[in-house]
């Protein structure tokens, strides 16, 4: 069977199980079983290789990759990485998969976060936290988890980015409910928490409702609890003039921002994603509040 065979017979077991993008995602979990380590199996290579015979090996664990995509188990949980901030980022069933609409709340803390301390509670595989360590040159950053498994896939996002883009902010890991772990002041606390309404996750896409973390969904009868829990005891834990901004849904703009102005946050901003939809709230604490 050739490689072409192979793509093929993915492509239409996937289109079989109406799984999303089948063509997409068959060519993905043949690049992944074809790279080596960081050396990506590029489309180019694919077109002078294909009609090359694939080896057992091959044959076997991407069928097997395939297999489980039929499942509707998230293809980046079987590829084990993905892309944000164009920075490779490990992730599997301990974490909820790092889309690009939260990159517009990293790029819109970047220009803040030089020499200054974050925060980033709920941080999950770090993507955000990590992204901001990595491009943002702060002096140092916490991440924060419930999760002793999320935890896990953070430090190891770490220590790969130290290694593959030259990050070199001091990093400190903490396990623990929200505040509980943490310690100190910050100039910048970013936060990406759980934010969907308990009613709407049965409606989610197979994918995120019976594989991603259920802990990093559900955000209460209106999605709105971990925000109120943050919101009330952040000016304890950010510097004078600091910096709180979150993710949020496309429909919690107005009710995030009424939150911090009723702590008495200042600059209170709503900011929208490529698709012209509220993603991003942020606000600077007052001076005079510590």
């Known amino acids: 069977m050739t490689l072409e065979q192979l793509l093929t017979i993915g492509t239409e077991r996937l289109q079989k199980c109406q799984v999303p993008e089948a063509e997409l995602n068959a060519w993905y979990l043949l690049q992944a079983v074809l790279s080596e380590g960081d050396d990506l199996f590029r489309r180019s290579d694919y077109f002078l290789q294909r009609g090359e015979e694939a080896s057992e090996e091959v044959k076997e664990r991407y069928l097997a990759f395939v297999e489980r995509r039929e499942q509707r188990i998230p293809l980046e949980y079987i590829t084990g990485t993905t892309e944000f901030m164009g920075l490779v980022f490990c992730v599997n069933e301990h974490v909820l998969i790092p889309r690009q609409d939260t990159e517009i709340l990293v790029e819109h803390v970047l220009s803040e976060c030089r020499g200054k301390r974050v925060l980033d509670l709920c941080t999950g595989s770090g993507c955000i936290g990590l992204s901001i360590g990595t491009l943002g040159n702060p002096s140092a950053v916490m991440l924060s988890d419930i999760s002793e498994g999320a935890c896990q896939v953070a430090s190891c996002n770490e220590l790969r980015l130290r290694k593959k883009e030259g990050l070199e902010a001091p990093v400190e890991i903490v396990c623990g409910n929200l505040w509980e772990p943490i310690a100190g002041t910050f100039d910048v606390i970013v936060s990406n928490p759980p934010y969907i309404e308990s009613e709407v996750i049965p409606t989610l896409m197979p994918e995120v409702q019976h594989h991603e973390p259920m802990s990093a969904l559900d955000g209460g009868e209106d999605g709105l609890d971990f925000y109120r829990k943050i ?60």
Do not use: H, T
């Open 231 to 290: 919101v009330e005891d952040a000016p304890k834990y950010l510097n004078p003039g600091g910096i709180l901004c979150f993710e949020i849904g496309y429909n919690q703009g107005k009710s995030v921002a009424m939150l911090m102005k009723e702590k008495k946050f200042q600059n209170v901003e709503i900011i929208k994603d490529l698709a012209g939809l509220d993603r991003v709230v942020s606000g600077r604490l007052e001076e005079f509040d510590v």
